[in-house]
Structures are given as structure tokens and as C-alpha cells.
């Protein structure tokens, strides 16, 4: 079974390097192979895993001395968010094919610089599929900083001033933040005299507690939150699949896995910890909802909503320090069903961008008439982000308020923290509708009149996603139970 | 043991230096002739370095000379250092002197000249002369003549440093020249108080400038004398090896010297002063305790980190920056040290191997770069990745290794500078020395996505800059990824070997700092550099 677990992580790298050495007229096809392979791989690791009664599993695999420098760990939980990272890479690689092309009306795609492209998104699909399979601080570590190196490589792709000065935006703010990770992590190799994981528990509160508070440094910056966030918007400046994959469904979703990790290893965790997490989350998300109103464009609009709903997962998991369960799977689900929704709603963003060439809310009206399945994609995705059921987030954000009435047993005062994020989620809800109902429904405006018809591997990517937006909602709550 | 290797890896580049000088009495053909001896000369050199690196291993030290000459573990990391540096930047010289040919000499003042053929035969002559006094003193026991190579490093170095004969060529030599005799001056007092010291003790004159001997007569030396001696020490010979503040000098020379030589100056020339100071350490922790040189390394350290990440904000100039990096790496290495114990130490050398590793690469990169663009400002070098994809391919990923990314081979020396640094109480240094780095990375980062990136000037044509100007590159950035994932057994056995040396005599049980107490030094206190790397010697 480590098999498939590892030639999950190794082939999207193996993939990389072909991209860098084989043909050009190669490298989409390749580009494709290996990760639709790598998600078979994982997949089967989930399938497997299920079928076993769901029993977690270690195997060490990379020795330095008697030290493990890194192994990988089948559990729930790193089963469920790599195959579903790997899925939506997958996804995303196929989009890309239509996306990066001379049709796109957003960004004209001359030919001749898509290796690089392909070659960074590979490694980073790699570098999330190792983050998630990690058993050691030092595998956290190291493809924590690899997925900020090639986050860097993909936000500047477009190569002109503003890309540029995006993707060293974001590359500096994470690398700052993950200094913290780093000295984390060296204390924890210093105290444990080892890397495992499994030794988190061992530790002392005070010890535990700042070694959560390095952790929790490196994960508000890749997590983009309060006061780290400010990388985000900027990095719309991104290709539409690479911030579909990178602001939505992985790289912003590193900051929270490696929180949620050490919070599952270390057992008990100082409720400091908790009241520090829980009031970020609480300003993060506000701060993110009064930021949704003034944005004209459709993608910072998106990357607002990102980090609200990661301040939602931050929430939950610092809530789970309050001795809930129900909060920490509410938190771990929404990973999963936001990953689905928001990377939906991105590459309908891309799709809108590609074939009307503008990314303007107000110049955007009438999609569902000219662009029936972008408008359908478009309702889909909102729906779900927002958490209205049958969709995906109402159940990992039912979940969460679930666990949040539940911690609040324990602490009163975080009953006023709930009913913060409920209103929150009212809120936003509210906007994401009015927007909807500005640019889907009604006769078309000028520019989406005028659109051009989508790849038809952009509509594979975009059906498949909705289905799954869909079918998906209540499947990671079970699976998590 | 007695080697008569190590006597002819001092005479192969001694000789190939001479001939070099007087290969145009012998026809028309100087240029094949000169780079084949070169050839000749630095393979030579390489597998002289290896056979004496494979005797250490064998019998702990190889001598010749009647002592004078002694390699032991730490000598030999840094013979194996000159070495491969040294036979890589050969390589890359040809390709390179055979594009400045073709450019030409030009006694302008224009801002990069090229060469011709009696500047060729200097430049490979010298290079020679250059690489024998590197390796002269770091095989030296006498530490009379260790200062003497050290000294004369400079002098071979300076001349290469002026190559092309323009005004900013000159003046950089000449700041080189002026500043580190200087500096250097400093050194031979402090090399005179030790030896002095030792001649009152060891009463055999002969002897009492060997290394070895002082080292065993150590305890007995003037405590004050030799922390005089240890002080002028560190800023003599560490103006050599770019220690802030003694670092004026670096900029310019490293920019203005012929890349090749940049990469030796930059990669392998502070690592033999370092060794030097290293040598004396030794001496002193066996004299005073550790604590003294400890604080000092600290102190120097720290500094240099801090200034020279400042200088690299906002450098325009990409071997001006590059430049800076050196005090950067050469502050981490000193804080290693300076941290102590077997892994402080471990990871201060490691660190050294690593930087020496990444930056020759990156100052070859530097080189194919000016010689497409004539130019090393970052105004005009941009479009890199439209001109040249795969020198474009390296500058990144050198790039990456030079700020520590994983899985480059900087990244773990890094992470076992700042766990040597938690373990022994310094956490907050460390923390410090990370957001310092960050400045570094930033800068570093700025320059590859501004050189890769971008749009090329028009009348900069695509391609390649060849073989031997690429092949070097690729051996370097294969070097750093492999002692990022895999060491090798004989380079792991070098280090540990090399550490027993640094440590030597020092009773004081390892990774015990300020805050030691068994509750924080936790199981890492019983970890020692054997059990570290048990793996891979077997047992």
C-alpha cells in the first residue's frame, strides 16, 4: 500500500522532470498522464483504506543515522486531503490545457513558455501530496517551503511587472512566516532528538505551547490570515488555474493541514493555543467580509472569500483544543468541501475571463443565457461556498457550529465567538448571492454577449467539479465519522 | 603516514605554472598548448587531492616534509575542497578565457574588457600559482607558513583580480592588495606571539612552528599572550576571508575579477583562511576553554550575517550581490562554530562545504551571464529564460540553494546550524539569524526572478553559452542536490573525522551552553556526531 502512496508523491516529480526533458508537443499530454496515474494511486490509498475499517498507518521510509528524516502516515484524515488534492490537480492540469492557449481573451497565450509552467505545477502537486503523507516535522517542513518556492514560479508566470511583484509578495510572507515552522521544527528535533510526529505528545505544555505558536506563525501566513493575509489578493495576478489550485484548493490549505497535523499528534494541546487560534479566526473572517464589499474583480472577490473560509477552519481546529471532536472533523471536512467549491468557483472565474476576456463584476451580467453551463458551474459553486445545503459546505459548516455549541460547553464566552462566524456566514452569504444574482441570471451585457465558447477540457474540468461539489457533501462527514 | 602524493600535489600546479609563463617559447601554437597543460595540470591536481583525502582515511594523516607538511581529517575536507573547486573552475576557464580571447583586449576604460594572448598566459599561470598557494596552506603544519601561503594568495590572486586592465579591474586589485596585506600583517603578529610563545616552551626552534607540537604543549601556553595572539589572529586572517567589518575590500574585487577567479576567490579562498583560524582555535580552546574563541566566532559572526544581508537590499549589480553573500554564509559558518560542540561544529562545516559548492556555481552562472550580456547589472540583464533556458534553469535552482530550499544541500546545514543553536540555549539568536537570512532571500529572490524573467534586450541573441562553461555548473548543482538527499560515506567519515579534530581535548560534555540543563538539552544531549552518522559508516 506505501506503494501507491509514494508513487503518488514521486510521480507528479518524476512528471516534472519529463516535462523539463521531452518534446515540447509532450509536455500537456505528460503533464496529464502522470497526474491522472498519481490520483489513481491515491484514490486506490483512500479505497483501500476504507475497505480496512479505516486503520491509520505509518511507514518510515528516509533514514539519517537511527533518525527518520521522513515517512509517510495513512490515516482518515491524510488520505481523504491528498487524493483530494491530487484529484483537483489532476483537474486543474487538464483545465490548463484549454486554459493556456491563444483563444484566452484574459491572458493571450503565446507558445513557447509552457514548460516551466507545467514543470512548477508538477512539483508542486508533488510537494502537496508529500505535506499531507508526511509522518515528520522534517517532511512538513520541506515540502512546506517547496509548494512557497514553486507558488512563487507559478503566480509570476504571466512575467510582466505586476506578476512579478505578486509572486515575491507571496514568496517573502510565506518564507517569513514559515521561519517560524522552521525553528519549530529544529526545536522539536533538538527536544525529541528525533523528527516523528508521534513524539509530539511527549513534550511538556509550555514547550507544546510554543511550538504551536512557531506553527501556528507558518500556517496564518501560508493560510493567508490576519496579519499575514495581505499576499493573497496580490497573487491573483496568477494564471486562473493556478490560483483555482493554489489560493483555493491546496497551497492556503497547507498552513491549515500542518496545524490540523501537530494538533492530532500532540494529544492534549494548551487551551492558550485555542483562545489565540479562535479570536485570529474570529477578526481574520470579519476583516475578510468587510473586504468583500468594495471588490470589482470577480478573483480578489474569490481570494476574500478564501480567507474567510480559512479563518473558518482555523476556528474550528482551535475550537477542537476546547475538547471537541465534532469541530476538528467539521474543520478537516471543510478543507475537503471548500478545496471542491472555491477551486469550482475560481475556474469559472478562469472560463468567464477566457471567453469574455474580462474579469469585472459590474461588466459581467447575463452569463446563464449566453454561457449556460459557466452560469450553471456559477450557481453551483456559490451555493456551496456559502454552505447552503445540498451543497458540499453546508455540511462541514453545519459541523462546525455543531462543534462550536459543543466547546462552548466547556467555555461560555465562546458562545459569542459562534454566533460571530454564524453572522458572518449570514453575511457573506448575502453577498455572494446579491453578486450571483447581478451576473448570472438577466439578458446578457455587451462583453458576455460577445463571449467566446470555452475549451472543451475546461468543460470536462468544470462538470466534473460541480458533480462532485454536489455528490460530495455529505461524504466527508462520513467518511471522517 | 609519509606521502609522496602530497609532495606532488603541491609541485603539479607549481610546475604547470611555470610552464604557463614559457609555453610561447616552444611555437605557434600557445593557445592548445596552455590548455592542455591546464587540463593536464588540474586533473592532476584533483586525483593527487583524492589519493591524499583516501590516505587520511586510511591512516589518519599524511605527512611529507619532515612534518612540515600535514593533512589530517579537517585538512583534508579542505584539500578535497581546492581540489574539485579548483578542477571544476578549470574546466569552466577554458570556455571562458576562449569567449574573452574573442572578444579582445581593449586598453579602454570601459566597464568589462576581454583578453589577449599574453594576458591568457598570465591568467593561466597565475591560476596555477594561485591554486598551489591555497593548497600550501592548508597542507602547511608550520603556521610560519601558513601565513606566508595565505600572503601569497593574495599576491597570486591580486594580478588575477586586475586582469583586464581597466580602470575598475585596477582599482579593485589594488583595494584587495592594500586592505589584505594589511589585514594579513595583522596575522603574522598574532602567528609571532603564538610562535614566540611555543619557542620559550617547546625550546627547539624547528619545532616550535609546527602546528602539531604546539597543539600538544597547549596547556602550558601564556593564557594572555594567546588571547592576544587569537585576537589579532581573527581580524588578520579574517580580513581575508571577508569578515565584517574587514570586508570593504570584497565587493569589488569579487566583481571585477574574471568570473572564474570570482568562484575561486568567493568559494574556496575564504574557506583556507577560515582554515587557518580554525587551526588556531584549536590551539586556544586546548589553552583557555572554548568559551573564548566560542564569543568571539559569535560576535564576528553575527555581525557579518547582519551587515552583509543589509548590503544585499537593493543591490543592483548581480556580482555585487553575490558578493555579499559570502560574509553572509561566512557569519553562518562562524556562529556554527561559535555555537560549538560536535554538531555546532558539524554544521559550520558542513555549511562551509555546502556554500563553497553553491556559490562557485553561482559565480560560473554569473560568468556565462556576462559573457552573453556584457553586462552584471540587473537593469539589463532580464529575458534570461527567451535567451538561454538552461543557464536560466540553473541561475534558479542556484537560487533556490543558495537561500536553503529544500531538498538543496544548504537547507539541512542550515537546519543543523539553528538546532546546534536551540540545543545550546541560543534559541533567540537563531530566531535573529532566520528573519536576517530572510533579507537575503528576499534580495537573492529579486535578482533570479529579475535576471530569468522579464523581457531581453533586443540585440541580445539566444543560445547556449557551450560546454565546458556548462558542464561545470551542472556537476556543481548535481553536487548539491546529491548532500541534500544522500552523503557519501567517505565525505561523511572526512566530516567526522574533521569534527573529532575541531573538539579536540574539549572535556565539556557537547551541546551544554547557557541554558544546558538537562530538562531543555533533552535526548539530543546524548547525541554525538558518531551515532549521527552510524548509518552510513555501518555500524
Redesign the interface.
Known sequence: MVTFVLAGILLPFLGSLLV?ILPRSWVKATSQLVTFAAMLCTLFVLYSLGMTGKVGYTQDLL?????VLYGVIVDKISALLGSVFILFGFLVVVYSGGYLSEKNRDHVEHNG?QR?YYFFLLTFIGAMAGLVMSSTM?GL???F??TG?CS??LI?YY?DEKS?KA??KA??TT??AS?GL??A???F?????GFQLSAFATLDDTIKTWLFIGILIAAWGKSAQLPLHFWLPDAMAAPTPISAYLHAASMVKAGVYIFARCLLSAGTVPQVIGVVGVIMAIVTMFYGLLMYFPQKDFKRLLAYSTITQLSYIFFALSLSIFGSATAFNGAIAHVFNHALGKGLFFLVAGAVGFSTGTRLLPNLKGLLKKMPLVGICFAVAALAVTGVPPFNGFFSKFTIFAGGFEAAKNAPLLMILVVIAILETIGSFAWLFWVFSSSVPGDSSAEVAAASDIAPSMKFALVILACLALLSGFFAMAWLK | MESPHLIWLLFVPLIASVLSLIVHWFGDFTRPILEFLHLASVTATLVLTFIVAGQVLDAGEALAFSDWLRVDSLGALFVVIVGVMGFLSGIYSIGFTRHELAVGYTNHDIAIGGLDMGRLRVFYSLFHFFLFTMLLAVTSNNIIIMWVAIEATTLSSAFLVGLYGTRPALEAAWKYVVICTVGVAFGLYGTILVYSDAVNLIQETSKASLWTEIVKNASTLDPTLLKLAFVFILIGFGTKAGIVPMHSWLPDTYSEAPSPVSALLSGVLVNCTLFVIIRFSIIVNLALGTSFAQILFLVFGVISLAAAVFFMMGQKDINRLLAYSSPENIGLILIALGLGGPIGILAGLLQLVNHSIVKTMMFFLSGNILMKYRSRSLDVVKGLMQAAPLTSFFLLAGVFALVGAPPFNIFFSKFLIVSAGIATGYWWLMIVCMLLLMLAFTALFRMGSSVTLGQKPVEIQNGESGFTTLAPIAILMVLALVLGLFMPAQLTDLLNGAVEVVNAGVTATPLAGPNGSASVAGPLGGLSVESFFSFFSGH
Open positions: 523539463l533514514f539519517f543515522g537511527d533518525i513558455v516551466r522534517l517542513l520541506a515540502f517551503e517547496l518556492v512563487w514560479g509570476g512575467n512579478l509572486a515575491l514568496i517573502v518564507e517569513l521561519v522552521f525553528i521544527t529544529a526545536a528535533f533538538v527536544l525529541t532528538g
